[in-house]
């Protein structure tokens, strides 16, 4: 339905009888914002110049502001057409008074009139407001200042590299090549049980894959002091709204009969730990992390880099997430990509550090930093890690706020996240990085005491 049919509502009465009957209501979770209203209608310019800046389209906010006008319009037509129909129900008990009941009679068949007209409005009123809201869950999220503009990945900016890159005497293997003949990954049978992306580790690989998130959960939380949760694997809808994966991107998801949807990443569900609640301040910062399986259709990615574990639809990752006040939320994010780094550096990979520009950051972030680790047998970098700023994107979309002191106004979190980090192309980077020249690798020392063993060697 378009702007001219809702608004048409208010003088058609059977116009809101088709649209009951025949479409959805708008569920509980649509109540979210994903910018503060007052920013849009205030400073219009100020958010397309945002949206511009990340070559999104601007027209949303036209969109915006007609149906925002004509629904605070509907909103007057209400309280008008309710203060009309309080008149009218005391001028008739004044003329019942006076023993005039005929013009008593009278005004009660205009008062039918006049709350028939009410009803006709509300609904219409209502019918705007969801229109708003559906609205408002498509409109980006603005980036920050600090931001480098550009239209593509070739333009992110490289902020450092770490590490010396690995040399060989050698022609280097891909860690398909690598981990086949070491017997650590069955391609294969993974795809006869699933299909393809979903991969079955075995023997010594099993082990490792197990060895990385031990260690990477174990570092988030002991040493950077995160607060570990194990997080279900399945999420409603309502929590994919609020971290912004919906309605977008309902098509790289994997989603059950009943309406409940795989996790794309622990992000969803730490995030909504505390959706539609209110934060103590003393609580804040808030930093949490998890390993969970991830699950993604990729559908926008068919064929691309799909041989070994440089895309899959199963993955292992895991996540970090933070809950902060906006005076803080910028230097949360710097120590959050350092965090994201430590993984790297223990085990000694090669690694780079990239600010991404306004045309590659997405819709939900302000700012954010890929961390991306150098894999020598396929000859390039590999993202293990994206660490964003939501700022309060997804803390309005969530209803995620803390009060700043007692009897204070609650205010909106900023929510940041960050990988902590991805698996599949870790473990491709670590064989390929320790690849000996008789096809033996090395297992970095961090991981040894967890693998059990200090080389994987065919058997």
Not at 172 to 178: F, Q, R, V, Y
Not at 307 to 324: I, N, S
């Amino acid at each position: 339905m378009n702007f001219v049919q809702v608004s048409s509502v208010l003088s058609n009465p059977l116009g809101l009888l088709f649209r009951r009957a025949f479409s959805p209501p708008i569920p509980a979770e649509y109540t979210c914002r994903v910018l503060d209203r007052d920013l849009i209608r205030k400073q219009p310019d100020v958010v397309r110049a945002g949206i511009n800046r990340k070559g999104l389209d601007s027209s949303i906010v036209d969109r915006f502001l007609e149906v925002d006008s004509a629904w605070r319009a509907a909103i007057q037509a209400v309280e008008t057409a309710n203060a009309e129909s309080k008149r009218s129900s005391k001028r008739v008990g004044e003329l019942m008074a006076q023993g005039k009941k005929e013009e008593a009679e009278a005004a009660k068949v205009e008062i039918r009139a006049q709350k028939e007209n009410l009803a006709v409005s509300e609904a219409a009123e209502r019918e705007l407001e969801a229109q708003l809201r559906e609205i408002e869950l498509e409109v980006p999220n603005l980036p920050h200042e600090s931001v480098p503009d550009g239209k593509t990945e070739d333009e992110n900016v490289v902020v450092r590299v770490v590490g010396d890159v690995p040399g060989f005497d050698f022609e280097p293997k891909a860690h398909w090549d690598l981990a086949e003949s070491l017997a650590l990954l069955d391609l294969p049978r993974g795809a006869k049980i699933a299909g393809s992306g979903f991969p079955v580790y075995t023997g010594f690989g099993a082990r490792l894959q197990r060895a990385l998130f031990n260690f990477m959960i174990d570092h988030q939380t002991l040493v950077n002091g995160y607060h570990e949760v194990y997080p279900p694997y399945l999420t409603n809808r309502a929590s994919l709204i609020g971290t912004g994966q919906l309605p977008k991107f309902e098509d790289d998801l994997y989603k059950t009969q009943d309406d409940i949807f795989l996790i794309p990443t622990a992000e969803v569900p730490i995030t909504n730990l505390y959706r539609d609640e209110i934060l103590d301040a003393a609580d804040l910062p808030l930093r949490i992390a998890g390993y969970s399986a991830c699950f993604r259709r990729e559908a926008g990615a068919a064929g691309k880099d799909t041989r070994g574990l440089q895309r899959l639809h199963q993955f292992d990752k895991v996540e970090m997430v933070k809950f902060c006040t906006a005076e803080t939320s910028y230097d949360e994010l710097e120590s959050l990509t350092q965090n994201a780094e430590d993984i790297l550096r223990l085990l000694g990979l090669h690694y780079r550090v990239i600010e991404i520009c306004t045309g590659d950051i997405g819709a939900k972030g302000s700012k954010q930093y890929d961390v991306e680790v150098w894999s020598p047998g396929v000859g390039k970098w590999l993202e293990v890690s994206s660490c964003s700023n939501f700022e309060a994107y997804q803390a309005r979309r969530a209803m995620i706020r803390y009060r700043p002191e007692a009897g204070a106004k609650p205010e909106f979190v900023h929510i940041l996240n960050g990988s902590g980090i991805a698996m599949p192309r870790t473990f491709a980077a670590i064989l390929e990085t320790y690849q000996q020249a008789d096809g033996s690798v090395v297992v970095p020392e961090v991981l040894r005491g967890l693998v059990g063993t200090d080389v994987l060697r065919a058997a």
